[in-house]
């Protein structure tokens, strides 16, 4: 990562489309079609998917986040939360 994408502030809001438009590549759905309050388990994600998107993630957002943390955080909302650290949130 370059160190201006480090500094780069990001939005939750911003993860969760992230988020959305990942699952609903791997799921062939529509993005408006993954509600961010269900459980990652409702859309049947197994570990491999998680794995992919925490890498997504990482990259997006230049952040380091524990591959686990798809088995601890239920819904998309909460991993995107995750994924964001407050201090590189958007203010």
């Known amino acids: 990562m ?3 994408r480090e500094e780069q502030d990001v939005s ?4 969760v489309e992230v988020i959305r438009r990942h699952l ?3 799921l062939a759905m529509e993005p408006g ?6 459980p990652l388990s409702a859309y049947g994600l197994d570990s491999q998917s998680g794995v992919s998107l925490v890498v997504v993630l ?3 957002s230049g ?5 686990g943390i ?5 819904s998309v909302a ?3 939360a995750a994924a964001v650290p407050p201090r590189k949130r958007r203010r």
């Open 63 to 67: 952040t380091s986040i524990d591959a």
């Open 2 to 4: 370059t160190g201006a």
């Open 78 to 80: 909460d991993l995107a």
């Open 58 to 60: 990482e990259e997006w």
């Open 24 to 26: 609903a590549e791997l």
């Open 12 to 15: 939750i809001e911003a993860a």
């Open 70 to 74: 798809v088995m601890n955080r239920p």
């Open 33 to 38: 079609e993954i509600d961010p309050e269900l």
